[in-house]
């Protein structure tokens, strides 16, 4: 409880390259597949990655209010927006916009996480670190996810059939057959075992805003293949992993969507927090 109130535990992901996307065969992905071309990536930089969606204590910690529509202080915080995390990004001075620039708003909440942080130096925590906690970029938040899997949910498990998939999330995240406008979204980290790598809720529960523009055919981007950061420019920004009340082909590992940054903030609009190592 204390990781998902007063502190926020990260786990270290180390570099290496997967296979961002889907199979052709893979089922869900149908009518999402241009979303989900397969090509190659690399991620060379290691990056701290949230275990918990940020929760509604965490984010009251910072910010002195919690948005949520459907209270609980260790349920994830929602109905937050893009703009909510960084600040509005100001397209044609660049200023705020991801990947011009990883400059937030001092008013945001990552912009006053970072103003609240110190780093330990070996004897106190003296070093600021301005600038390092942020969202993941779209392919950072995959390889996380992942953890070395290439199957449609981080379990390793293999889906034959739309079936398949609802078979396997039942057993690591809330949605929309086993939560839905019942119960909501849950308390993080209660919903299912975590991956490989000790991540939890990367299926369900809440949407995770990640920080790039969407663009459907990422494949496409110019230079995608080595720590891709996006399109420079967009309209609407990416968001990860499903929801509360989404079937399971929309909290696959591959699936990408999105939200206008600017618009209304939904109550499975939630994050977690990044840090990417020099």
Known sequence: DEYKGNKIALRLIPPGSFVMGSPTTEPGRADTAAREVQHAVAITKP??????????KQYKNVMNADPSQYKGDYRPVEEVTY???RGTANTGTHLYDWPWTNEVAATSFIG???AKCKEWDGEAYAKDVEGLFDLPTDAQWEYACRAGKTTPFNNGEPCAIDGDLDTQLKLLGRYKSNGGS????????TAGASNAWGLYDMHGNVWEWCLDWYQEDVQNIENPSVDPVGAAAGSIRVRRGGGFSNDARL?????RNY?????TSSDSNGFRLSRTLP
Do not use: M, W
């Open 112 to 114: 006053k996480l970072r």
């Open 259 to 263: 939200f206008a940054p600017t618009s």
């Open 182 to 189: 019942l119960t909501y979204h849950v308390e993080v980290g």
């Open 47 to 56: 990056f701290y990655i949230g275990v918990f969606q940020i929760t509604q």
């Open 83 to 85: 703009n909510d995390l």
């Open 251 to 255: 909290c696959r590992s591959a699936f």
